[in-house]
């Protein structure tokens, strides 16, 4: 591949992931459906015809943003630590705010980003089963049972603390969900 082609491969990348930067503020910021091409193009400083190029239309882009916020997400989440400051580290994550948003939207009858946002839900179940070692999932429940509850406090301390950062101290609230589900760090 000649230089000039090179060069124009690496600015349709740095294009996408500048759309995807951006496309992912504004969907935390204003949601999904207020967001519009017009947006996304102002604040990533690119043409809005390029956005349908590079992702075919707004679920495209909204799949891309997804995609990407959970693989931050998951990236700074070491797999390797303690299970309760991993679900601190995702708490506190900027993309659990986008998260949240693309909730409020997803639970509405008829939103066309129900679908998204599910697969969305099972990848990070997924993620706490393979990091949850079996030796902490309490007895009676199961290791998806387990994983629901622990993206639903992830998902419900992240908005608290996004409410009302003064009022929810995370040291603490790692200390509790040790002890409810007694698990190393309490």
């Keep these: 591949m000649g230089r000039m082609a090179t060069r124009r491969v690496e600015r349709t990348q740095e294009s996408r992931q500048l759309l995807v930067a951006a496309s992912a503020e504004l969907f935390a910021e204003k949601g999904y459906r207020q967001t519009s091409f017009v947006d996304i193009a102002d604040a990533a400083g690119i043409s809005r015809g390029s956005i349908p190029?590079?992702?075919g239309n707004k679920?495209?882009?909204?799949?891309?943003?997804?995609?990407?916020?959970?693989?931050?997400?998951?990236?700074?989440v070491a797999p390797a630590g303690d299970p309760l400051d991993e679900l601190v580290s995702f708490i506190r994550s900027p993309a659990t705010r986008l998260?949240?948003?693309?909730?409020?939207?997803?639970?509405?009858?008829?939103?066309?980003i129900r679908?998204?946002?599910?697969?969305?839900?099972?990848?990070?179940?997924?993620?706490?089963r393979a990091r949850v070692p079996g030796e902490v999932v309490p007895a009676g429940t199961t290791p998806e049972a387990f994983a629901v509850v622990l993206v639903g406090i992830v998902i419900g301390v992240h908005a608290q603390w996004r409410v009302a950062p003064e009022a929810v101290d995370l040291e603490s609230v790692r200390a509790t969900i040790g002890a409810l589900l007694a698990v190393g760090g309490a």
């Design 115 to 128: 679908e998204h946002y599910a697969r969305l839900h099972a990848t990070l179940r997924e993620a706490v």
């Design 99 to 112: 998260f949240i948003t693309l909730l409020a939207e997803a639970v509405e009858v008829g939103s066309p």
């Design 53 to 55: 190029w590079h992702f």
């Design 59 to 76: 679920l495209g882009l909204l799949e891309a943003v997804v995609d990407d916020q959970l693989q931050h997400v998951l990236a700074d």
